[in-house]
């Protein structure tokens, strides 16, 4: 699939939640988890997104780079490795999945073609990040000239940049989806909150690059 075709598939591309998504990607195939430790510390939550996957997948493996959490996650029996040890291993897995990870990285070229090592040849890699161009950036730069950000994050990706991103790193454009708001209005607090949080919901609807975060399946 060439650029314009890409960028035309996600234009049009539907809107889907995340967690059902993966779920459904990982159901019955060997999973890779990239970041797996960050995601969360309530290793005994059921709904925790490793443990969503490991209830569905054939397999899965985790890795990260924190020791604390590795080492705490090993205690509880879970199979996590440092990205050095999967050198050593010699496995190839179906569904490499990178949720909300690429973000947090020096250099996601390099990243990209490191785990790309680690897939079988019919294998997809999955990634979930936040959208650059998301609506909630910029009523919050109206309203009150600033805009939420991880302070751990190095990128700010929007589809056009991934895209590149995936081309230097010579894979392959499988599919893409504009993910919802990974939280309900009614978790929110307050008239106002509320009231900026439909405005952003309609403004998504007419326009989906205005959603707050997307996902990306490639390929080798």
């Given at each position: ?140 730069i109206l309203l ?28 392959k454009f499988v ?29 998504q609807k007419i ?14």
């Amino acid at each position: 699939m060439n650029n314009s075709d890409t960028l035309a598939r996600i234009r049009n591309a539907p809107v889907t939640e995340k967690r059902s998504k993966i779920i459904d990607l990982c159901a019955g195939q060997t999973v890779l988890d990239v970041g797996c430790v960050g995601q969360d510390y309530n290793y005994n939550d059921p709904d925790w997104m490793h443990n969503l996957i490991r209830n569905v997948s054939a397999s899965v493996d985790g890795v990260d780079i924190e020791p604390v959490g590795i080492q705490s996650m090993r205690d509880k029996g879970f199979s996590v490795y440092f990205s050095e040890e999967l050198m050593s291993l010699n496995k190839k897995y179906d569904v490499v999945l990178m949720s909300d990870v690429i973000e947090h990285v020096n250099d996601p070229v390099d990243f990209l073609s490191f785990y790309s090592k680690f897939l079988n040849e019919s294998g997809k890699i999955v990634i979930t990040t936040p959208n650059a161009h998301a609506v909630r950036n910029f009523t919050s730069i109206l309203l009150r000239n600033d805009y939420s950000l991880n302070p751990e994050h190095t990128f700010w990706l929007c589809p056009r940049t991934i895209s590149e991103i995936v081309r230097r790193a010579e894979l392959k454009f499988v599919d893409f989806f504009w993910l919802k708001e990974y939280f309900k209005i009614k978790e929110l607090k307050g008239f106002r909150n509320r009231t900026i949080f439909r405005i952003n919901s309609t403004l998504q609807k007419i326009r989906t690059n205005f959603y707050p975060n997307f996902m990306f399946i490639i390929s080798k």
